[in-house]
């Protein structure tokens, strides 16, 4: 019998009991449609995870750590040499925060760097340039607006978070820091030593602003100083703190830039050879991917319980046809249908019955998603008066979930019609034929 | 044609436990020779039906030999015995056995279906078998529309829709009247003395002078050969 003959055949078939079989296709599509959905928030979950980490650090990006101690000079040397390494940047942590600008004072996060590698590695600058001569220094995008004059005491007392924004922002500096030449107070962050001791100060300029970070709850009000002026500031500081003696020669942060993502692996292992502790945004996501994939395929199994519940519908459709049909079977077998005909008939029956269910869930499941994904931020809006992430979604159907979704619906489907497909072979020529004798 | 030889049949009746064994048939052995039309004759329950079903493959015996068209039957698969079915054997049956969800065109035309035959060389020769047991306008009506005597020549159509070698029916002409029972008859010789199809049909005593070469009678199971009635045509 040809594909075509029992494609026609099948179909006729169906048509004549529409309602059980639209039914049993219903419940295959809910089925379907459920699994997608479900598996769908894991998938969400995972890539606005993935897409977190990714934005706020660079794909090519390693950490180096060693467990002994910070890293120094010999180091970052080593690191250097390694193949595929485009750049590596050290910063050295300066344990005085305070600057100032007339009346306007800021506690920023002040480190030296290496400025060439820091270039290579892909700092970029809103405006200005980098720092020539020892004195000139970078600073983050957001340096202007935590600069401040004082606050009078109980300033923002009894205020909402919003209120107390935009009252801060009315005490901050605004204007161009560029060119302006800053005061670099020399405190330390150390309770035993008195402030009247901590009278150095160091006159700073800036020559660049950096461009401000790719996510909008990222604030950076950090300043950058040269190599050169760390050199001169830490002995500055160790008069005041005696502590602060020989940790000017090691680095408190290393990092390794890979030319591309694809070399971080190989790299990291190199590295890791050496005897240094690594860190990357590649190495986080494998982690990540494992612990997601584990929940995703837990999200999956549920779904496929609804799956398995709507293949009962099947099972029964099935069943019910071949009993029906017991007679024409008998009649075909007598003619001379083999057993391998009669089953595949059936089992097309309930193929197309999976595929409708599959197609039509398939399709609910992405109208459902797009609608959720459009709804729910407007409904988080208007109930809970806050504005939801941006960029969240809450259901994500990637083609990968398709097509596992329509793999595990259409082999359950398949293997509820296997039963019933089976059964219709072994059905009785003379039993059939005797149904009005 | 058919070669049985030493042909015993056995129904088991009754769970495992308290299995009853029927015996049916007891050492039979029969030859038709290609061109014959033999009558199986016998009383209700001696075990006619039981034979044909055995030569038909729709039950299938532990002992003894079945030979039709020079193919040893006996031992077939079942998928064997449908594809056999299918080139080899036509089947008139005495209630019709017409599918009634299909027309009567489509009856006709399954054994072709399933043969895989082309959609355009199956339309060429379901409407020229229609047109020869004089149904062409009646080819689009379904079975419950039709005659008993019309179903029997849907059936009839079906059967011979592949040129079988062998045609089997059992009591054809049970659910007929006396004409139509005359006309059939007619038309089984006609196919037996033009095509030179082998027939083995069960009937009734009355009937079998008219048409059939030779009868064997069934008695308690035994099998014994009848008059010579005619002699073969060819
Ligand atoms: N399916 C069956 N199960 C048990 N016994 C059967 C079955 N079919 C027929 N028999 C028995 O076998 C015997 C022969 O039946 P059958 O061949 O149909 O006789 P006939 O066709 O000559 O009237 C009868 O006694 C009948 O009761
Ligand atoms: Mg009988």
């Known amino acids: ?437 | 044609m058919i070669t049985v030889s030493d042909l015993s049949y056995a129904f088991k009746i009754g769970k495992k436990e308290k299995e009853n064994i029927v015996p049916v048939l007891h050492h039979v052995d029969l030859h038709v020779a290609e061109g014959e039309i033999v009558a199986i004759v016998g009383r209700s329950g001696s075990g006619k039906s039981t034979l044909l079903n055995l030569i038909s493959g729709f039950i299938k015996s532990q002992t003894g030999e079945i030979i039709i068209d020079g193919k040893q039957v006996s031992g077939f698969s079942e998928s064997k015995w449908a594809e056999f079915r299918l080139e080899h054997l036509g089947f008139i049956f005495q209630s019709f056995q017409l599918i009634p969800s299909m027309t009567a065109y489509e009856n006709v035309e399954l054994p072709l279906v399933l043969k895989g035959v082309s959609e355009k060389e199956r339309k060429e020769q379901t409407i020229k078998m229609l047109k020869r047991v004089g149904l062409e306008q009646y080819q689009s009506h379904y079975p419950g529309e039709l005659s008993g005597g019309q179903q029997q020549r849907v059936s009839i159509a079906r059967a011979l829709i592949l040129n079988p070698p062998l045609i089997l029916a059992d009591e054809p002409t049970g659910s007929l009247d006396s004409e139509n029972e005359k006309e059939l008859l007619n038309f089984i010789k006609e196919l037996n003395e033009k095509d030179g199809i082998t027939f083995l049909i069960i009937t009734h005593d009355h009937e079998v002078a008219s048409i059939a070469h030779r009868k064997v009678e069934i008695r308690d199971g035994y099998l014994r050969e009848g008059s010579k009635l005619h002699e073969v045509q060819r």
């Open chain 1, 1 to 437: 019998m040809k594909f075509k003959d029992k494609h026609r055949f099948v179909r006729s078939n169906m048509k004549r009991n529409k309602t059980r079989v639209w039914m049993t296709i219903l419940a295959s599509t809910m089925g379907c449609a459920f699994l997608i959905m479900l598996a769908s928030v894991g998938f969400a979950i995972h890539k606005t995870a993935v897409d977190d980490v990714m934005s706020y650090r660079l794909m090519n990006e390693i950490e180096i750590q060693s467990e002994n101690g910070p890293l120094i000079e010999e180091d970052v040397k080593k690191l250097q040499v390694i193949k595929n390494v485009k750049a590596v940047s050290r910063k050295k942590y300066v344990p005085a925060n305070e600057l100032s600008l007339g009346e306007y004072t800021v506690y920023a996060d002040v480190s030296s760097a290496n400025m060439p590698s820091e270039r290579k590695a892909g700092l970029q600058l809103e405006k200005g340039r980098m720092p020539k001569s020892k004195n000139e220094v970078i600073i983050g995008h957001h340096f202007a607006q935590e600069l401040r004059k004082e606050m009078p005491e109980n300033f923002t007392e009894g205020m909402s978070e919003e209120e107390a924004q935009k009252k801060l922002k009315k005490l901050a500096y605004d204007g161009d820091l560029l060119n302006k030449t800053l005061t670099y107070h020399m405190k330390v962050d150390n309770p035993d030593i008195k402030t009247e001791t901590q009278i150095k100060t160091v006159k700073v300029k800036v020559v660049g602003i950096k461009k401000k970070p790719n996510k909008e709850w990222i604030i950076d009000s950090s300043v950058m100083i040269t190599d050169d002026l760390h050199g001169e500031v830490m002995p500055l500081l160790s008069e005041i703190d005696p502590e602060l003696k020989n940790s000017d020669d090691s680095y408190s942060a290393v990092k390794v830039y890979t030319s591309s993502a694809e070399d971080v692996k190989a790299v990291s292992e190199e590295i890791k050879d050496k005897g240094y502790l690594t860190y990357s945004v590649v190495s986080e996501l494998k982690e990540l991917n494992i612990y997601f994939t584990l929940f995703k395929a837990g999200l999956i199994f549920i779904g496929g319980i609804a799956v398995l519940i709507a293949s009962i519908g099947i099972f029964n459709t099935m069943t019910m046809a071949v009993t029906e049909r017991s007679q024409d079977i008998g009649i075909m077998k007598a003619i001379g249908a083999t057993p391998r005909t009669i089953k595949r008939i059936f089992l097309l029956e309930s193929g197309y019955i999976g595929l409708w269910g599959v197609g039509l869930g398939t399709i609910l499941a992405y109208l459902i998603s797009y609608g959720v994904n459009f709804a729910l931020p407007i409904i988080v809006e208007q109930f809970l008066n806050e504005k939801p992430p941006e960029d969240f979604i809450l259901s994500y159907i990637p083609w990968s979930l398709t097509i596992i979704a329509v793999t595990i619906c259409m082999s359950v489907t398949l293997l509820s019609g296997w039963r019933p497909a089976a059964k219709a072979t072994t059905v009785d020529v003379l039993k059939a034929l005797r149904r009005d004798v």
